[in-house]
């Protein structure tokens, strides 16, 4: 039989280009596989074709919210996996979830649904789908569709996608889809030798198939109650057997659902069992005759979401309830997908990753490598990154927990891993700068720019990992930023605005008491630098530049006196040397670039070639390279790099689907790392 299978499959397949039939399947005890497989990569690596490779960008770490990128998983056979989510994320396992690698393939758009059975992978984008024959060595991209595609299968050689209107389907490399109209939202599936369609109309829901190649010659049209959003999503079809089932409504004036199955290729659909979950939405059903689940989930917002998996084991006869997991996260966070490669070997995909191996029985989550399902406490967004050493780094992101606002500070002492995070004593509304760090040894500092912080200036001694009492004068006002240095000498600048009207603070025990140091009036610093030498360099509104060689005791006026408009936001010097930036922005809303060669006695004008756009942030490895953080009109963020000191400078590419926030430059300058809402990545390429 399966030698029939295979010799089927090259047939039907050779229309894009399988020069010859697949590996022998081989049936184990849970389930079918092809055989052998290949080695996963390393975490940080992808696969591009059969090698590992460090990509352009590679996301080194298990980060909070990097998971909010994952929005559909598909278990193939209890073993082999696929993962796919924004930006072009691609996760493959083969080994039961145990561990993942990235997949390139070759694009960067979101993708929202991915289908794979023992030889093709579909993943599937907006309008148009990936298809792989050589599990996942190479992907050829479909036509383009003219409107939004849901879930693509492979069927006889073709792309099959539903869509809003119907059926679109088309060979990989061809130049158009063909359009099926069925008038309605459609979901597609398909099993051995047959499709079946799904098509929303009213509160009704029409059923039909086909095991024509041409995809016009359907047959069958059943006719079932349908009310429940989502519910046409919940159509099913074995991969190895003649069983397709969708659920539908019991009684359209109850919450109940009713499965729907049919064994004749689609041809009918008889009413089976039924099941009364607490919650209704979104149904979805996975894994074979022996064991078929249903998987609905509650929707609201201020209690935590119920995953509830029914299992039958008498066809759809009859259920029995178990809930699989209950977290303190409004649903929308999440894709929501369940999927069963075997009677007992499932994966659930909601905001994070959970894994069954007793048919819903019971699940744990997983937290492995590219993947990383989010932290407890639901993570909104990385906010600020800093590597003070090239193995040492922190990160802060932003939790949004039932509407309160909270940091959380992660740590790593490689460069590769990071820590379960700390919970900062600070809450905040989403303010548009980052905070603040700075690190010398394991002394840490923080500053936070919002004035609805509870305390605005943290500071540890132990690299982060606890918190002490300072005495900080001005806590609570919002701070611009802060810098400490040998010997426990630092400084920390308030932010324009604040009560005090001496805004620069200084303290020589590391943070336990501070003095206020007087500066030019109209002085407002946003930024501070401090060298080997021991000079404090500031960096400010009205194109201000301040040097110290005195511990702050007296400031020298560098540059300063231009129009109020003109600002200089960011500041950083190539470590152990007298070479650094500073950048802003100017009263006519172009980028404002500076260089010095002297430790910030005299700067230099240099020219980005970009316009208009604001410097949010400079950050610099040596003498010759460094890195510039532009933002344009509507807060979107890009990267422009020199390798000459200045020179020239180009555009840089930034991790795809991952809004841009941060670069941080390790002395070696060779490695930057780019911060993303989601995530942290690493480039060595210069």
Known sequence: MLAGKCAFIGIVLSTVSLSSCLPAAREYED?????PRRALCAPGLVRRGDTCEEPLWAEIAPLPASALRMRDVVDVDGNVAWIVGRGGLVLH???GAESF???????NEDLAFVW???????????RRAWVSLDEGRTFVASPEAPEELSRCVLFFGRVVCGSAQGLYHGRPGDAAFVQVPFGGRTAVAAGPGYLVTATEGGATIRIRATQEPDLHAFYGDTQIPGGNPGTVDSLWVSPRELLACLVGDEDPSSSGLLLHCSTTRGNTFQRRGSLAPECARGPQIAGDSSALHVMSYCDTVDMPTTFEVWTSRDEGQTFTRGTWGAEFESSWRGANRVSFGTANHGLLLTHRLRRSTDGA???????????????PGGLDENKAVFFPTKERGYVIAMQNTTAVFKFRLYRTDDAFHFDEGTDLPAFTDDSTRPPSLSAH??????AFPSEYVQQTFLRSEDGGRTFLHDGFPAQGQPLAAARIGPGGLGFVATARGAVNARPLYRSKDGGATFDELSLPDGTYVRDLGRLDSGRLVAVGENGLILTSDDAGETFVVRRGGMPDEEKLVSLAFAPGTSVGWAGGVTSTGEPLLLRTEDGGATWVTQALGVSPAAIVQVAAATEARASVVLEKQGGVRSLVMTQDGGTSWSPRETPGGDPLRMVARLPDGETTFALGAYGLYRSRTP
């Open 101 to 107: 690698e990235r997949v390139d393939v070759g694009t």
């Open 93 to 95: 396992t083969n080994d």
């Open 441 to 446: 040894e394991n002394r840490l500092w923080l």
């Open 116 to 126: 794979a059975d023992e030889q093709a992978i579909v993943a599937t984008a907006a």
């Open 31 to 35: 389930g079918m596989s092809i055989g």
């Open 361 to 375: 029985r019971s699940s744990e989550p997983i937290e492995r490598n590219a993947i990383s399902a989010d932290w």
